[in-house]
Each structure stands twice: as C-alpha cells, then as structure tokens.
C-alpha cells in the first residue's frame, strides 16, 4: 500500500521533472526538473530494491553531469527566446520522436512484446538476496568483464579526445611552479648591500645576483 | 483520481501505520534536533576557540560563558527584514537557501552514534548497507543551492562565488570518493556500522594515515572552510554567494553549512577513527557510553577545522584547483591501488 503511493508520489515527480524541462520557459527551470526527474527516478530504483543503481544516478547525473549542465548555462550569454524562433520548422521531426517513443513505451506497458510478465527469480527477493553490490559486482567482473573494461575504454577515449580538442599550450600567462619556489635558494632571492649613510642602496642592485656584501 | 486517492487515504489510515508514522517521525526528529543544537552549539565553539586563539574571551554576556549568544543571533536573524533584489529570480532566490539546508540535514538518516546505553541497540535511523554511498551521494546535492543562489541574486559577486563553489566541490568530491573506497576495502563493507565494528582492533587512521590526512583536507574543501573558503571569501567577493541574502535566507545557509561540518566531521570519525569505540577496550574507558566517545571524537574534527581557520591563510584558486586534481586525485588513486593489492594479498581488516 505504502510502495503504491510512493510509486506514485515518485511517477509524478518524473513526470512533473520532465514537463519542466520540456515547457519551462528559462533554461534554469528545465535544470531544476532535470533535477527533480534525476531524483524521483532514483527514488523508483530504490523502491523496486536496486539501492545501489539509484545512490549512483543522484552521485553521478545529479552530483556531476547536472552540475555540468548548470554550470555552462549560468557562464554561456545566449539569447533563448532567439533560439527559440522557427521552433515551427522542427516540429515534424519533434512530433515522430516523440510518436516513435511514445509507441514504445505504449507497447512495453501492453507488457506482451517484453516478456514484462516473468516474475523475478524468486532467489534475488527476500532476506537471503545478497547485498546490492555484492550480485552486482560478481557478474561485472567475471560474466561481463570483458565489456565493462571496454566501457570504461570508452569514458577514456571521450576523455582524451575532448582535452585534444579543447587544450592549447597558453604562453600568455604566468603559472605557479611549487618546485621550483621551494628550491629557490637564498643566494638567489636577495642581496645584503651596506650602503654609506645618507647614499642609500646602488641604484642597480637588484640587477647581478653575485653582488658580494658591500660591493659598489 | 480523487476517489482513487480518497481509497489510499482510508487504507492508509490504520492504526498500524500511523504508530509507524509517528515512529518514523519521533526517530528524524531525535536526531535532527540534536543535531540543529549542536550546530548552534558549534558556532559558540568556533567563536569562543578563535577568541582565544586571539588573545581575546568570545562571546560571553548572553547566558553562562556566552552559550546563549547563538540563540540570540538565531533570534536576531529571524527578525530581521527578508530583502529581495529587484532584478533577482524570486522562486530560486528563496528556493536556494533550503537546497542547502535540507541535503546537510538529510545525511543524518545514517549515521550510527552506536549502541544505545542500557537498551544496547544500534541508535540509527536507516541502517542501510550502502550508507557510505548514501552520505556522497546527498553531499554531492549541497552545492546546487549555493550555484542557483549565485545565480538567482543576479549580481556579480555571488556568481562568482557560486561559480568556484561549484567547481571546487565538484573537484574535491573525486579525491573524497577515490578515499573512501579505500576505507570500503580496509572494512569490506559500505555500511556503515560495519565499518565502525571492523575497527575493534586497529582503527583505521593507523594503517590509513595519508588517506586520513588528504581526506581531513577534503573536508575543509568540500564544506567551503578556511583555508579553502573562496566561494565567500570576503576579501574578494565580499561575501561570494550570498551577498545579496538577509535574514533567515542568509540563516539557511548558515545553518547548511555548519551543518555539513558537522556531518563530514562525523562521517571521518566513522571512517578513521571508530566511531563510538573507545581507544581501548578495557574497564574505565568502557564505562563511558560510545555515544560520548562518538561526539568527543566529532569536536577534536570540528577543533582541527576551527584550529585551522585561526592558523592558515585562505588559498589562491588556482593553488586549491591544483591541490585537487594535480596532488589529491593522484596519490588518493595511488593509495586506492596501493590498499586493493594488500587488501588482495593479506585480507581486510574486518
């Protein structure tokens, strides 16, 4: 009774999220239902028992990619309600997406075309079920190793890829270098004088970094 | 849809679940109101150390050694007027203060203050097997209240603040993450009391010195404190994000922040220094309840954090970017390696 209502509460919220996203007429409220819809849906994730699943998308989507998004709206200056004209022209190709994925999800809600009707095996519910990470972990690394290390080569690709593109060597700049500050030496970094009363310090004695004590 | 709704109404309407009900509420509440008090007991602490630190008494004319003053400034903050900027986004503007207070408050939900003198049980609210993950993932929410403030006042200090909030929290979440995973594999599991219970005999700051003391850094990081307190750093942004926040929005905040000290010095004492455990398992120091050993330990965290803010000069951005991801994210990832090998070769510690 209660997991119903909560099934719910989260549905709506995804729903809720997602409109936002779609009609929200600033950019910083479609962030906000992005948002939202991250979180109602890790909330389904953990009502059907996949704690695990649904603690990785608030750490991943809304931790870091939603940060990302975030953070490149508020430092880009576009004008949206200029990208928003001739919205008209892309409608066609709006209304079949979302026709294709309304069809499909109004067919995996008939449930015949997905076998949605197979009950879970019954050794994966109840007390005895091993822990979330622990059934997770036995078959990433052995059943599917293989492609989760070619995932992650994947990540690594994008990785290197988007710092080629974007990274330029920059000269105009002054960068801090701890090294070489630490092993500055004293000799290096000053110079004693002894200048006469009333003459003040030679005028260049900043200049030669051999200058003995009291040299002129 | 109303009779549908009207049905659960009634169904849910039992006697059961509302002594459920009023279960689970009477459980959030006995730890969120401890916690909301310490949090302001925290701020007489800091006050008062720093006082000290500089030669001078902190406060102490409101109430006994001054420990009402946090009371009167909760009273002087709740009367004053709420201003909004003219040019600011209302509904983020008030919104932003409460994404900060609720995710600090929400990590309480599991964390152990161990076993309950005379009762014995474990006094927790959710002792859920993946709580470590649970307290990163809910830290990981605090920082969309401090960007959507910077950029709702629509100023340009608090967006500066907010922008290297941002970028800051985000940049130390991966050390954290990268440590506590090597705690996970010192322990063998992400529940927390588990964690606590595998450091009977060895707490885990011994063998884990270097992770214990990037992650006593990260921490002042990813709860925006000194040395590391440019989102607000006052010099420069006059107060970062919230500048432009008076009142009880500049309360949240407050409040948020404090809180998360709170929580990720409690959240090291779990990790590395047991928990509720007394330093030995013998007769004088058995006597104290672990929840004593547990909040001793939670005010020698939360003294290094004011200690510091009284000893260091705030860092250069550039110096904590690099500090992040150039120095932390390396050797935490070298000591992840390092902990999975022994951890391979000679078993966890649990």
Known sequence: MIPDLLFLLFSAGILAGGALVAVGKNPMVGILGMLLAFLNASGLFILLGAEFLGLLIIMVY????????????????????????????????????????????????????????????????????????????QVLFTQYAVPFQVAGLLLLVAMVGAIGLTHRPRTDIKRQDVGQQVNRKRTEAMVLTNPKTGQGAFPDHWVGKGVKKGQK | MIEILTLYAQALATPENGWWL???????????????????????????????????????????FGLLQPFADAIKLMTKELFLPAKANTLMFVLAPMMVFVPALLAWAVIPLGPAPYFGTNMVVADINLGVLYILAVSSLGVYGILLAGWASNSKYPFLGAVRSGAQMVSYEVSLGLIVLSVILLAGSMNLTAIVNAQQGLW???PAFPAFVMFLIS????????????????????????????????????LGEYIAMITMSAFTVLL??????????????????????FAGKVLLILFFMVWVRGTLPRYRYDQLMRLGWKVFLPLSLAWLVLTAVVVKVWGNLA
């Open chain 2, 204 to 206: 885990f700051f011994i």
């Open chain 2, 272 to 293: 590395f220094l047991g928990g509720w455990l007394p330093p030995l398992n013998i007769a004088p120091f058995t006597y104290i309840p672990g929840v004593f050993w």
């Open chain 2, 22 to 64: 009023f279960l689970t509420l009477a459980g959030i509440l006995a730890i969120a109101i401890p916690v909301l008090i310490g949090m302001a007991m925290l701020t007489w602490f800091e006050r008062k150390i720093l006082g000290w630190m500089h030669l001078r008494h902190g406060p102490m004319y409101v109430g006994p």
């Open chain 2, 219 to 254: 921490i002042l990081a990813e709860c925006n404190r000194h040395p590391f307190d440019l989102p607000e750093a006052e010099a420069e942004l006059v107060a970062g994000y919230n500048t432009e926040y008076s009142s009880m929005g500049f309360g949240m905040f407050f």
């Open chain 1, 62 to 137: 809304v931790g870091a990619v939603a940060v990302m998004f975030l953070f490149v709206l508020m430092t880009i200056d576009i004008d949206f309600a200029a990208l928003r004209e001739g919205w008209a022209n892309y409608l066609p190709v709006g209304v079949l997406t979302v026709g294709g994925l309304a069809t499909l999800l109004i067919l995996a809600v008939q449930g015949q075309n997905f076998n949605l009707g197979t009950p879970v095996a019954p050794e994966l519910l109840g007390a005895e079920a091993p822990q979330n990470i622990v059934a997770l972990g």
